[in-house]
């Protein structure tokens, strides 16, 4: 034996952190007789050889512990050879296999250094649990960041879940632990155990794993992620041949996979991803959409955060089924046309013990001080996005999922609590930065980083801000000195068109300025248009109940009329599931949305408007390619606060094609309405959102208007219109 018993006691009392200095094979001396030594340490083994491969010549290994650890010593061999292990068990089972310590680091130094640099891009490729061949050896190399830790080992099935007997070596400085264990294939269920610096175990699911077993057990499973056979060829070159274009028509709709329709036959179960592929996609391509955006599909414990507290940033989530079939999903997806944007959580992630939380004893993803590390709102930590391994943790995880899954965009959550240490915190609870001010200018360096990679990579893939302040450039380049976002959505226009709207239709005539003050930002950034999840829960009301009017009627006219003022407005389009049908109670997301309200025209009538302006919208450039252009929008009457009506135009540049967008607000008729026209000739009313066919009275124009030599509001001519009661009308001019 060449093991003293104290090296037996640490071995056994999984305290090694140096395990492959020990175990596997080594050279040796006993005495003066030189040779090789070859130790391991299986659970419930009752013998064990070791067998050359070359020759099938076998050494029986002596027990040094009833805990299954062996050792043998082989004279006058000095060079080391390939070997398996040979172990024997007491029911007269016998296994042969590779021994997990006589292979290499599966990372080389120049990983480590740009991964502590904080610039190895992939390093979701090198981290985590892959199924490699190593020296035509197949199995699954483990690695995972834990600098603290006194010892990491993997545990799993296939070690029954017994920390001492899969080890990881530490590669040094670079906090890094790695394990290559041969015969692992996909589908075991793994997880690290850590011994931290106060000789605490903790039990951690894998932060780059791709795939998770059901809560409570969140065990991370062994999953390739390149397994589909991807159709999207066409659809991803054209995607990279538009890159750039983002003035195009762009109408998302906002989908929770897990509430849009369920199998009601079945107990009411969600579909799974192949089952919501074809169905999602027939009906966003009935009501005209170009892209559905996903809320979190990111692994998460608890269906209430509806995906909003992550614990496997790096795993499609296990509800719906596997990771071949969620790119099955987004394949099916792009065959189809439709453009996949998913939201993205790096603004924080909970506490929950058995994920990034005080990783390896240490406050090692989150910042140690509750100032910088808690969210005061969510009761979740946050990232560390001053720590170079944190932000690359972060920035390849945004290019995984565009790598891995094809997805067409990010909407980046909660970005506003990312740009402010102050954020929902009172004096005294943050701590200024360095130059003493309010800005996270690490969360903000962060942000402009994945930008710039997400483009650099991935042209034509969209980024998205949730941002609901005034912090300037968040959709300016990187380049030009912004945040580098495509797209930030309106939060400004949503809550003052929806505060204007919830009002009884006697009182907006003292708000009238609810209604155009949006006019004044409207080109400071490349805006999103937006109702979305958050507009419909938390007691705010349904988009059809939050409507000022008593009678269920009256507030479908509204909603419709506000839906045709939406879409006439600058900026895309977004829009969360069941309002387009004016579904009536709020959205819950353990159930399914209310569809059998579609055969009511009061809300039918609502859905078949949603899908005429999106077809209109997207056919029509001066709706859409002007969105972001200050020279494709012009008012032309907003003064008549009384009869609270507002009046504007939208072209194209060459100004052949131009719409008239006329909203009135109250429940009168008004007959020869004079409004000013800048072309003479034929307006069509292309859109009434007062149309029997969507529930209204049929009160308009009759399909068209002819302008008259009457001076009015600045131009030479204008149009005597029959303006409904309301009603939002949009008319279209073009040179004929």
């Known amino acids: 034996m060449t093991l003293s018993p104290k090296q037996i006691d640490v071995l056994n009392n999984a305290q090694e952190a140096s395990p492959h200095d020990v175990l596997g094979m080594h050279p040796a001396k006993r005495g003066k007789l030189s040779g090789l030594v070859v130790r391991c340490f299986i659970h419930g083994a009752t013998g064990c050889d070791v067998v050359e491969t070359a020759t099938g010549k076998s050494f029986g290994m002596e027990c040094l512990a009833d805990t299954g650890l062996f050792e043998v010593f082989i004279p006058r061999r000095r060079k080391v050879f390939p070997y398996q292990l040979r172990a024997h068990y007491g029911s007269g089972e016998m296994r042969q296999f590779f021994d997990p310590y006589s292979f290499l680091p599966t990372l080389g130094e120049q990983d480590l250094y740009l991964f502590n640099e904080g610039n190895e891009h ?348 005034a912090f300037a450039g968040i959709s300016k380049p990187v380049a030009d000195g912004g945040i580098g976002f495509d797209f930030k959505w309106n939060m400004g226009w949503m809550h003052d068109t929806l505060s204007y709207f919830q009002k009884d239709p006697i009182h907006r005539k003292w708000h009238q300025n609810e209604l155009t003050f949006g006019a004044l930002y409207q080109w400071s950034e490349n805006f999103v248009t937006v109702f979305s999840h958050d507009e419909v829960v938390h007691g705010k009301n349904s988009m059809l109940y939050k409507m000022g009017a008593w009678h269920i009627p009256e507030k479908a006219a509204n909603l419709r009329a506000l839906y045709a003022h939406m879409w006439g407005w600058p900026g895309k389009k977004c829009l969360f599931m069941g309002c387009e049908f004016g579904q009536s109670h709020e959205w819950k997301y353990a159930g399914s949305l209310d569809w059998d309200l579609c055969q009511y025209i009061d809300h039918e009538g609502v859905r078949l408007l949603v899908k005429d302006l999106n077809h209109l919208y997207r056919n029509e450039p001066a709706l859409s390619s002007s969105d972001l252009d200050p020279a494709g929008f012009r008012w032309v009457a907003a003064h008549d606060t009384e009869g609270s009506v507002i009046s504007y135009l939208r072209q194209e540049k060459d100004e052949k094609t131009l719409f008239l967008i006329v909203g009135h607000f109250t429940p009168q008729t008004r007959e020869n309405y004079r409004i000013g026209a800048p072309r003479r000739g034929r307006w069509r009313e292309v859109i009434n959102s007062n149309s029997e066919y969507y529930g209204g009275s049929g009160l308009g124009n009759g399909g068209e208007v002819h302008t008259q030599d009457v001076e009015a509001d600045g131009f030479a001519q204008s149009l005597a219109l029959t303006i409904p009661p309301l009603s939002t009308t949009i008319f279209k001019w073009s040179a004929e």
Not at 172 to 188: C, M, Q, R, T
Not at 242 to 253: E, K, L, Q, V
Not at 300 to 320: C, D, I, K, L, N
Request: hydrophobic share 40%; with cysteine.
């Open 122 to 469: 992939r390093i979701y490729q090198k981290l985590g649990a892959h199924v490699r061949e190593i020296d035509g050896v197949k199995g699954v190399a483990f690695a995972v960041w834990a600098p603290s830790a006194k010892r990491v080992s993997v545990v799993g099935n296939f070690n029954h879940w017994d920390g001492r007997y899969f080890p990881m070596r530490s590669l040094g400085s670079s906090g890094v632990w790695e394990l290559f264990i041969p015969g692992l294939k996909e589908g075991e269920l793994y997880k690290f155990e850590l011994l931290d610096q106060r000789n605490h175990l903790r039990v951690k699911t894998d932060p780059y794993g791709t795939y998770f077993e059901a809560p409570p057990g969140n065990a991370s499973i062994v999953h390739g992620t390149r397994n589909h056979a991807w159709g999207d060829q066409a659809w991803m070159e054209q995607r990279a041949a538009g890159a750039g274009t983002i003035d195009r028509p762009i109408s998302i709709y906002e989908v929770h996979l897990g509430s849009w329709k369920r199998q009601m036959e079945d107990g009411g179960r969600p579909f799974n991803y192949r089952e919501l592929a074809p169905m999602l996609a027939d009906y966003a391509l009935e009501m005209g959409f170009t892209h559905i955006e996903v809320m979190p599909l990111a692994e998460h414990p608890f269906e209430g955060s509806w995906g909003y507290q992550v614990t496997g940033f790096y795993a499609p989530t296990h509800r719906f089924g596997s990771p071949d079939d969620f790119a099955f999903f987004v394949d099916h997806l792009h065959q189809r046309g439709l453009g996949i944007i998913l939201d993205w959580v790096p603004a924080h992630f909970p506490r929950d013990t058995f994920a990034l939380a005080e990783f390896d004893g240490t406050h090692l993803y989150e910042h140690a001080d509750p100032r910088q590390g808690a969210h005061m709102d969510w009761g979740t930590l946050i990232f560390n996005f001053g720590r170079n391994e944190v932000r690359c943790f972060l920035v390849a995880n945004a290019l995984a999922w565009l790598d891995r899954y094809h997805i067409d965009g990010l909407r980046v959550d909660a970005v506003a609590s990312m740009l402010y240490l102050d954020y929902s915190r009172n004096e005294g609870e943050w701590i200024p930065n360095r130059h003493g001010g309010r800005e996270n200018l690490e969360a903000i360096d962060f942000l402009r980083e994945t930008n710039r990679l997400v483009h650099d990579y991935y042209p034509g893939v969209l980024m998205i801000a949730e941002e609901s302040t």
